[in-house]
């Protein structure tokens, strides 16, 4: 073999070792939820990603098209559950304890957008971050024509957002996400919906705390637009109606107060004389009337 075919070789099992892992990660849960009974996860192909109890199972198995059970080779028969990428092998009889995988988004503020599915930290792009938004805001869920209208207008393509929720689905794992419409049925938590929640119960101390600026601030996507000015409207107006020192502070620390007026001049109003923030807020208030 050439030196180059060697390479070559080398780098394709680097490249399948990523993906093996890759696929591992997202399916570990279902194997998982066998608890301690014996079980496997196999790719696509038959090969053995992951089995309990250990070496009960050769490298790679024969998966028959179709099939729900499968020949181990030594005068035992397994169940196959088809994942959404590979397979869950389970021996007959063996109950398994379903659980929905948890799914935390993470969409106020100037930084990257994030996922945390299970614990695993995705860091999402931009329109992948609005996709999940829009179905986090709307939870029983949008046609792939009602989800291209939110994300593009009358300009859009039904096409686009299949494709793309394609892609969120590989990425995130199995039991994230349907199709039928579209919609999150993990168990599904986000700083954007636990602030609305906390205006709607009155807990403004919690809405500041939780708000760490506005909803993909950087989004076109005409329904974020919407959703992202009524929350930051929302919150002001509740700022300035509690006419709270502390709390008109907190508010104009963030990307939104900061550059607004009568929320300086509304600390300005309330803060007392000798408070140590004054300075800060006169010259605030200088260079936004300015």
């Not at 099939?67 to 181990?72: G, P, S, V, Y």
């Not at 614990?119 to 829009?134: F, K, M, N, S």
């Not at 700083?191 to 500041?208: F, W």
């Amino acid at each position: 073999m050439t030196a180059a075919a060697q390479l070559a070789e080398g780098q394709l099992r680097v490249r399948m070792a990523a993906a093996d892992e890759m696929l591992r990660a997202r399916n570990m849960r279902h194997l998982m939820a066998l608890g301690d009974a014996p079980g496997a996860l196999l790719t696509p192909t038959g090969r053995v990603l992951a089995v309990q109890p250990l070496e009960w199972l050769p490298d790679r198995l024969v998966v028959p098209d179709g099939a729900d059970r499968i020949d181990l080779g030594d005068g035992r028969e397994g169940l196959l559950e088809r994942l959404d990428e590979g397979f869950l092998l389970r021996m007959p009889g063996t109950p398994v304890r379903r659980t929905r995988p948890s799914l935390r988004l993470k969409l106020l503020g100037s930084g990257q957008p994030i996922a945390v599915v299970d614990g695993r930290e995705i860091a999402l792009t931009l329109r992948r971050a609005e996709v999940l938004a829009l179905l986090l805001l709307q939870p029983t869920g949008l046609t792939a024509d009602q989800l291209m209208l939110q994300l593009y207008g009358d300009e859009g393509n039904p096409t686009t957002v299949r494709a793309e929720m394609h892609r969120l689905r590989n990425l995130l794992g199995g039991g994230v996400l349907d199709t039928k419409p579209y919609r999150i049925i993990a168990d599904v938590t986000g700083d954007v919906t636990e602030v609305q929640a906390a205006l709607r119960r009155g807990d403004l101390p919690k809405a500041l705390e939780l708000y760490a600026g506005p909803l993909l601030a950087r989004s076109d996507a005409p329904a974020l637009r919407s959703e992202r000015d009524e929350l930051d409207a929302t919150l002001r107006r509740a700022v300035l109606d509690a006419a709270d020192a502390d709390m008109l502070w907190q508010f104009a620390q963030t990307p939104v107060g900061a550059e607004d007026l009568e929320i300086f001049e509304a600390l300005e109003a309330r803060l007392p004389v000798d408070d140590p923030r004054r300075p800060a807020i006169a010259a605030r208030l200088a260079r936004l009337v300015d």
